[in-house]
């Protein structure tokens, strides 16, 4: 491993790799907002598109327009509803299953969206219900793609906020990710494994592997003791979102 690390071709490679995930990170940061607004585009362009087939088939069939309308007016009240009780993640997981899902295999569209910035395991575990995973399959790929980006960013992350830091274009971004970090960083340092640990296994917002490797990173935790707090804690929210998402029944059986 050592060797790898200081191979110049190796790192600049890494390096790559994780300024685009540091834009991903740094994208995601308004991600409520955006995909709030993408659900709701997707969900108006569905309704209309209902619409438009329910028209198509009263003008074939000679019924009414004003009955018509009044049932599609009451079903698109009774859709709208029902999305507003989603949860953010929930929303978030519907988009990317009903998106990603027509093109690419199951499987891979819940590792994809585990390994993301605030979404993680947690949405993956979503989308992996909404796509009619079975749990005992879905556990493994959402673990799987939250630990991926876990030790490049302990390992390299430091080094490229340096080096982005010295450009104009990331040095303000760089800034903003470090103080966002070190502020959450108080329940860590107290008690680094335990802190660690609670950090990345509470399913609450602004948590999670990678903001807990970013803080790990900066604050210099030992690299093998912040994976295992990291692992521990993944492996608790992987407990609390299954029985968020596919409910105790879901778990038993």
């Avoid at 409520?32 to 329910?54: C, F, H, L, M």
């Avoid at 966002?180 to 660690?196: D, H, P, Y």
Wanted: glycine residues 8%; neutral net charge; aromatic residues 8%.
């Amino acid at each position: 491993m050592k060797k790898m690390i200081g191979n110049k071709r190796f790192n600049l490679a890494l390096a790559a790799l994780m300024s685009l995930l540091v834009c991903l990170f740094s994208v995601a940061v308004p991600a409520k907002s955006i995909y709030g607004t993408g659900v709701a585009i997707a969900a108006e362009s569905s309704a209309d598109k209902e619409k438009g087939e329910e028209i198509s088939e009263e003008a074939n069939s000679g019924e009414t327009l004003p009955e018509l309308s009044e049932e599609s007016a009451k079903d698109n009240a009774k859709d709208d509803a029902e999305e507003e009780k989603l949860s953010f993640t929930e929303r978030v997981a519907a988009k990317f299953a009903t998106s990603l899902g027509k093109y690419i295999p199951a499987e891979l569209v819940v590792v994809f969206v585990s390994m993301l910035p605030i979404l993680e395991l947690r949405a993956g575990l979503f989308v992996a219900k909404f796509l009619n995973l079975p749990l005992l399959k879905a556990i493994p790929l959402c673990i799987l793609g939250n630990i991926i980006p876990i030790p490049l960013i302990l390992l390299f992350i430091k080094k490229i906020f340096k080096w982005l830091g010295k450009t104009k274009l990331f040095h303000g971004l760089v800034e903003k990710l470090e103080a966002r970090a070190m502020k959450k960083s108080t329940a860590i340092s107290n008690g680094e494994f335990v802190g660690l640990m609670l950090f990345v296994g509470i399913p609450i917002p602004g948590t999670g592997a990678w903001m807990g490797s970013l803080i790990a990173a900066l604050l210099e935790i030992d690299f093998k003791k912040a994976i295992a707090a990291e692992l521990v804690g993944i492996a608790i929210a992987t407990v609390i979102v299954s029985i968020l998402s596919y409910g105790l029944l879901g778990i038993i059986i």
